[in-house]
């Protein structure tokens, strides 16, 4: 459904980039429930633009509720919200639709919506739409939490510099506020300043460097998927792709499982305090496309940013030639870092909409 | 929507392991379309079992179309199809419900289902099911063909015994028939030797192993997807996530592309001769959601066999106690060997179900 | 979604009149479920031709279960079923595609699908689809009536005959089962003679009637429904029209509200027994597209049947030009009287799905 | 799905009568297409209150775009559009909590969202909505009149006062211009007197009346529609029954259709200057669930409206005892007057959907 996710927690984004707005319109919550705003606009806080790694784009992303709220609570009509858009510079994007940059959308769109394609700032293919998608998900968070369901992520690598991952087995939501608390999203600090450097550098040489995000979330109840085209993997891929430069997605052990013999992968089952749990979390906490009651694990690859400083080769499409384009406009040395909290939002959603 | 899947070509799974049969009802398809049973047969006998390196159950997986063709062409009505199971032993499951396999869906699916779930071969769970996508898929890929769409596999990798990748930028429908034509599904006929070793080693040590499995559709038109919740990525995932074991998807550089820079990753774009190409394809034929034109390459990691035969530690869920278990059914070393047409199948549906 | 309907209980139709079969999946229902295999065969006899005043085709209409039933009980797979067709004369309707039969599907058909539409007995247009609505139906009563709430149908009127409608305040499941132990299901058997012989006129005068059916349901609880798309209202019609010859549907008071007053329309709310009740239901049990907890009430208008042995004027498509056809199959003469069931199982369906 | 329509042209609404804003995201549309915002304004204002039939409530209804328009045309991403309230009286509507009012939806919606429903202006389940509807249907309508469709309504009756019915074969967009254009939207303009005057007299003694609209679509192709469950009857349903008050709905000869025989309710096909049609439109355009080329007719039945002046039984839902209530805010003594537009819009926002 294009842009429109959800079965039960329908998620319905729209805006571009340099639109008046970006929004979102939530419909299926249950009447009665009182939102925290202040935790959505600290959520939407921390994919905002700001800080030396990111884009110079300005932009406060306070979010506006336009209906669905009656003194802060649910009332069963659907939540709209918009965030406006105040800091674009749309004679940037200008040329772009004749001289697509390379790994963006732009030719894509192009051959899908012609000349009519809104180019500036990359339209609706903006990672700016993220900021509607990470208001559904902090909406998404808090009615999570109070069913016991937590959800974080952390950047788990960047370049070839890797955090600490999640403990497989006993990750919660503790882990999870630690991160926050980061300056950089990670779960060990010492890190930091090596994951910073090795953007500076990108920075500095006019590029950019990708990441690997892991995404967790505790307290799902067992059981919770339709497999097969429904499992809680096929809906968890399908909405962490809403966010641009998305190139992997892979659960528990991962790629890395095709490398293991079953006796190695194979999580056995115990006892612990009465409890079924797995020694070991190789599956991710997802077995058939169900949960298994064991911490949901994944990780997320994101490419570099495509947009780079430096000059590069691409085609004039009216010109019918080759050419050379160099970019000049805002952007992040790298996407993976604001995308931490996008990768928590679209978990969230999807498993919300799964346990509604 | 759990058991069905898409919007125009809409397919809906039925059946478990020892049912009367495995099903699955085509929907959407124009009236018209002649059907080659004979190629949908080939196909299918790709997945089934046989051959020294595929579990003992035996079963010729001929389909039987109850509905939906006159004369071998579709007639706008569901085309419905079974398959039968000939060769079920459900005594050998009677216990999995109370001492569930470690890395199989037993524990999880008895958790949403309680004791009402069919353990008999793992139930719907059983990759069984997947002859009813691979019908689907074979449906799929006659009518893409016709639309000068070819999507082809092959077994990228097993254990650490690595095959030759398709060419990224110029990998045709040639290099799938060459696939196809050898007895293993690789690229490269060299490295079959060393493939099969290391699966029949793991037979041998009655234990399993994992592997991976390189996807490609070429002469897809530029501009198909539906982001950001339906983009070509988003559906593929959805898709590939009904084939059992599938543990992580990647498109193009994949995982590889977040330890890259932009100024290696991001592909320029040239003219080759008249048309827009890219010079590498580290996108994988996908941006920003939509297909480029270029190759759509894409790469599923698939876990060892859950299934081994040496002994697991476990739980009694009777008892409420640890205790362990030994596996006596029948199984293949290796589930991503006979993944491959089911890959295909799950990508051709996707595709399609985009392109109708 | 074409064949298939629902959200939560997912029926997918598929078949046609002259196909091996026709059948249903059956998608959603939780695992445990007892089904009574009898109730449901008694159902769909209900529906199967048979007796004075139905077409002259006698099948069996015996479902075969496919999949998704283990001793009786689903497991959490699909319900698959098949109901063979036994007696179909394929040759009567070999030139219907180029004479198209007035008011029948034939011409519309031809002009969606060409010359490989199925004509054979309607295709997949044929009211011999019904009996695979009615499996899925007899499944959602049995659902429905566990959680109190029963569903049922009688002729209200055959041409200008008319039954004693249902008490709209005071109906419950007794009087469901005292129309189903009639020889035609109506409410007062004093008019049945009338109703058979204005049945048996039209067929003698190789003509057709056309008559209303009214169906309800008790125990619904109330605030069921997801307006404004996908009210109790607007989804009873969605499926209700999957029925053949189905002209018209109204709820409640119907089209005569829109000769009332509003003083006269409106039903005031009371106490009954401690219970908030409507003293008249003119809304009949739907407000604002929620149950109101009253019975849901609504009659369905059928066509005559289509098919009638007078000679009737119509075109060849092949020549272009007008000319007269002369219909020799068999056929009911008031399609009505076997609706009834469909318009239950069509009820049932809706609700069902509205309740999981 | 609740506030959201259609699979292709994609409708979501939002807003509550007294929210800041009622709206509207649709998507699905091609990029390129230019709107007549002027068009679309008129539309809104043929539904916005204003003269001496309609409520006192004062809104302009100006629409205001939040995204999807470049320089006015469609750019691919979804048109999000809001239309301010701005005439709310919340106080006026404080009590029908506890005591609700007769045939409104306040006690379904207590039922089903407790006492987090908004009950103010009744919240989304006002005819309010109807104004997001309205815009996406003008827009609907602009676009399927480059298609060759147009989309028209009339005010077939109001309490026993009949208008002329659209002339079943031979009705063009040139009927539902003459309607627009007369002050009350009826064909014969010579019954207007009559029935401001039976509205005025309703409305002079406090009460309401209920009325009937006949809905009309020319240059549909033939064949367009997925029965069972999508047939042309079927969606047009569903999307009708999103308007307030609607009670019945009902297609060529309808329901009178009951007490016909075939041989009178058949309609001949018959060549017209070389295009086949009907000499008759019993059929209402639609047969089998498809379009047959000829006009689509429809008749949709409102009841008067719930509200009225006069003192009315109701219960206290507080002291759980009867009482009585006399309704004070503003509304209309007939919402079928204001419906027309609304019907329009439903109609094309369905038959794009299946067009698209």
Request: charged share 15%; proline share 4%; aromatic share 8%.
């Given at each position: 459904m294009s842009f429109s996710y959800g079965e039960r927690f329908r998620v319905t984004l729209f805006g571009q980039s340099h639109a008046p707005v970006v929004g979102v319109v939530i419909d299926g919550l249950p009447a009665g429930i009182e939102l925290d705003m202040d935790a959505i606009r600290d959520f939407l806080s921390r994919r905002a633009p700001g800080g030396?790694?990111?884009?110079a784009r300005r932009e406060a992303d306070v979010p506006e509720i336009l209906?669905?709220?009656v003194d802060g609570h649910t009332c069963g009509a659907p939540i709209a919200a918009v965030i406006r858009n105040?800091?674009?510079?749309?004679?940037?994007?200008?040329g772009y639709l004749d001289t697509p940059r390379p790994s963006h959308a732009d030719y894509a769109a192009f051959l899908k919506?012609?000349?009519?394609?809104?180019?500036?700032?990359?339209?609706?293919?903006?990672?700016?739409l993220t900021a509607a998608l990470c208001f559904a998900g902090a909406v998404a968070i808090q009615v999570l939490s109070r069913r016991g369901v937590a959800v974080g992520a952390h950047l788990y690598s960047v370049a070839d510099v890797k955090d600490e991952p999640f403990d497989p087995v006993n990750v919660t939501e503790a882990d999870f506020k630690r991160v926050r608390a980061n300056a950089l999203p990670?779960?060990?600090?010492?890190?930091a300043p090596a994951m910073r450097r090795v953007i500076e550098e990108a920075r500095a040489a006019k590029d950019s460097v990708g990441g690997v995000i892991e995404g967790a979330a505790t307290g799902l109840p067992g059981g919770l998927g339709e497999p097969p085209f429904d499992g809680v993997e096929n809906v968890l891929c399908r909405v962490l792709f809403?966010?641009?430069?998305l190139r992997g997605v892979e659960f528990g052990?991962?790629?890395?499982a095709s490398a293991m013999r079953g006796s190695r992968h194979n999580d056995p089952f115990l006892y612990d305090n009465g409890v079924v749990k797995t020694r070991t979390n190789n599956h991710g906490g997802a077995l058939g496309g169900l949960t298994s009651g064991m911490p949901l694990l994944f990780r997320a690859a994101f490419k570099p940013?495509?947009?780079?400083g430096l000059t590069q080769d691409t085609v004039d499409l009216n010109a019918k030639a080759n050419t050379q384009l160099t970019i000049h406009g805002r952007h992040d040395p790298c996407v993976a870092l604001r995308a931490v909290p996008c990768v928590e939002a679209a978990a969230a959603i999807a498993l919300l909409d799964m346990m509604l």
């Open positions: 030396a790694l990111t884009t209906s669905g709220l105040t800091d674009a510079h749309s004679e940037d994007y200008a919506h012609g000349e009519a394609h809104d180019i500036r700032g990359g339209g609706y293919f903006s990672a700016r990670v779960c060990n600090n010492d890190i809403a966010i641009p430069a052990a991962g790629f890395a940013t495509p947009s780079i």
